[in-house]
């Protein structure tokens, strides 16, 4: 049954993939645990890309269009996803709140998914990139509690670095965790509240839309 | 599908409902999301029990016994349920984690669920109490954005309390937000690291392990 969900979705994922390279947009799967901060990240990430990137997004919640508003005063379009009690979001639910943007002039579209270390990590949603943020409070193992969703991601972003100190974060254990599960995973160290980090984050986005995608 | 395996669970956690209450344990069912400090507060918890209400653990991770070794800390039996890519605690798997602890001497069984603000809130495991923490560090919309582990819970447990003015935490949303969702939780307030609002917390367990559960 489970297997059946997930064949099922893997066949959309493919055809949001279609979708998306058809219009030219690169597109984000960002990930983590509830709390680690994707919201504020994603608004000064957008804000800072600008009208050189312009971006979309999609954001899923359980309840509440909070995220969404908040996500809108980057001054981006946003389609919101309620998921009700579901704990991840869906390849086929992505295609139906895609139709809601406009997607004329952007280059990248950035899905917000269900605040979970685990369960969105099973579902493709036809993203480039998968995006998993980790923060400096969620203490420094959980790379190694959580693999799956570690070894999927293609970036790693270490968030609220400057809440490291009042935390006591061990910066050399955390890198290192991260390095035996996701090996080949690019790693930012960010705060959005400072702007630490940001700009090479978003230098690097800026690339990665320059190139495009192998079939 | 999904029914049956909820419809099935409901059943097993009753069983272990009864068990427990033939072995005349308080039961505590502990969620939050991953890195809220589940695992220090419960050692710290066990630690400050002592011997006047001996508890013994049953905890649930993905992968890694490194919770299972900080628990261990505190003197208390320990039996490690690990999940591989199930993202909860299931009646079965505690009842079958219990085998391995020796229940005599103990009154208190603390089943330390996967870290996950969504899935695990649909599964009953027996338990008397269904204690969720929330730290500071994950901001004050929590208890809105993941509504039916909040509305479930008993006890909320708000952790991290030491690192509430460097997170610019808002105390009173998030008591607003809490008393919204869960108007008849009891509230903690705790630092397990300076720690803050642990005596009450333990005096509120020695006071329910005295009371016999009603049938």
């Given at each position: 049954m489970?297997?059946?969900?997930?064949?099922?979705?893997?066949?959309?994922?493919?055809?949001?993939?279609?979708?998306?390279?058809?219009?030219?947009?690169?597109?984000?799967?960002?990930?983590?645990?509830?709390?680690?901060?994707?919201?504020?990240?994603?608004?000064?990430?957008?804000?800072?890309?600008?009208?050189?990137?312009?971006?979309?997004?999609?954001?899923?919640?359980?309840a509440?269009?909070?995220?969404?508003?908040?996500?809108?005063?980057?001054?981006?379009?946003?389609?919101?996803?309620?998921?009700?009690?579901?704990?991840?979001?869906?390849?086929?639910?992505?295609?139906?709140?895609?139709?809601?943007?406009?997607?004329?002039?952007?280059?990248?579209?950035?899905?917000?998914?269900?605040?979970?270390?685990?369960?969105?990590?099973?579902?493709?949603?036809?993203?480039?990139?998968?995006?998993?943020?980790?923060?400096?409070?969620?203490?420094?193992?959980?790379?190694?509690?959580?693999?799956?969703?570690?070894?999927?991601?293609?970036?790693?972003?270490?968030?609220?670095?400057?809440?490291?100190?009042?935390?006591?974060?061990?910066?050399?254990?955390?890198?290192?965790?991260?390095?035996?599960?996701?090996?080949?995973?690019?790693?930012?160290?960010?705060?959005?509240k400072?702007?630490?980090?940001?700009?090479?984050?978003?230098?690097?986005?800026?690339q990665?839309?320059?190139?495009?995608?192998?079939?």
């Open positions: 489970r297997q059946a969900i997930l064949e099922k979705n893997d066949r959309l994922a493919e055809r949001n993939r279609g979708f998306f390279r058809a219009r030219g947009l690169l597109v984000l799967n960002v990930l983590s645990a509830p709390g680690s901060g994707k919201t504020t990240f994603l608004r000064e990430t957008v804000r800072s890309l600008g009208p050189q990137l312009r971006a979309g997004i999609v954001v899923g919640d359980l509440t269009d909070n995220d969404a508003r908040k996500l809108r005063e980057s001054g981006a379009p946003v389609a919101q996803i309620t998921t009700g009690t579901v704990c991840h979001l869906e390849a086929e639910m992505v295609a139906r709140a895609v139709k809601e943007l406009d997607l004329n002039g952007l280059r990248l579209l950035i899905i917000e998914n269900v605040g979970n270390l685990v369960c969105p990590a099973s579902y493709d949603l036809g993203e480039d990139l998968r995006i998993v943020l980790f923060s400096v409070t969620e203490g420094e193992d959980k790379p190694l509690k959580y693999p799956p969703m570690f070894q999927a991601a293609d970036v790693v972003i270490i968030s609220k670095a400057d809440l490291a100190q009042a935390c006591g974060h061990d910066r050399e254990a955390a890198l290192a965790n991260l390095r035996r599960i996701a090996p080949k995973a690019r790693v930012f160290e960010t705060s959005a400072t702007g630490e980090g940001m700009d090479a984050w978003c230098e690097y986005l800026r990665e839309a320059r190139h495009p995608r192998d079939w």
